[in-house]
Nanobody, 129 residues
């Protein structure tokens, strides 16, 4: 059974960095897309980044481009989200999610929570203003 566990969140000052990890167990990631999403209080969950192990595509929402980097370590079945130049507006609970590919591929354009069927429990990232 597929299971995702996030870690690496915490409190960081503006301009600082964090690396989130998403450990995936129960499946081989070769044919999966892994997305990172976040949800701030009172806001809808939004897609932040995505990586497809099937076709190598990646996606970043505009607000994190040039600040966040997504990567995958297949040997460790772990997907990372490296975040730098963090801002107060990055404060949210961050979730990773997985969906198998093909026939559809999920990481070439905007990513939506409803496309992903398996979710982790989330990790809090707080950047004080």
């Amino acid at each position: 059974q597929l299971r995702l566990v996030e870690s690496g969140g915490g409190l960081v000052q503006p301009g600082g960095s964090l690396r989130l990890s998403c450990l995936v167990s129960g499946v081989n990631l070769d044919y999966y897309a892994i997305g990172w999403f976040r949800q701030a209080p009172g806001k809808e969950r939004e897609g932040v980044s995505c990586i497809s192990n099937s076709d190598g595509s990646t996606y970043y929402t505009d607000s994190v481009k040039d600040r966040f980097n997504i990567s995958i370590d297949n040997a460790k079945n772990t997907v990372y989200l490296s975040m730098s130049s963090l801002k107060p507006e990055d404060t949210a609970v961050y979730y990773c999610a997985a969906e198998s590919e093909p026939p559809f591929y999920y990481c070439s354009a905007d990513v939506y929570p409803g496309w992903f069927g398996s979710w982790g429990q989330g990790t809090q990232v707080t950047v004080p203003s």
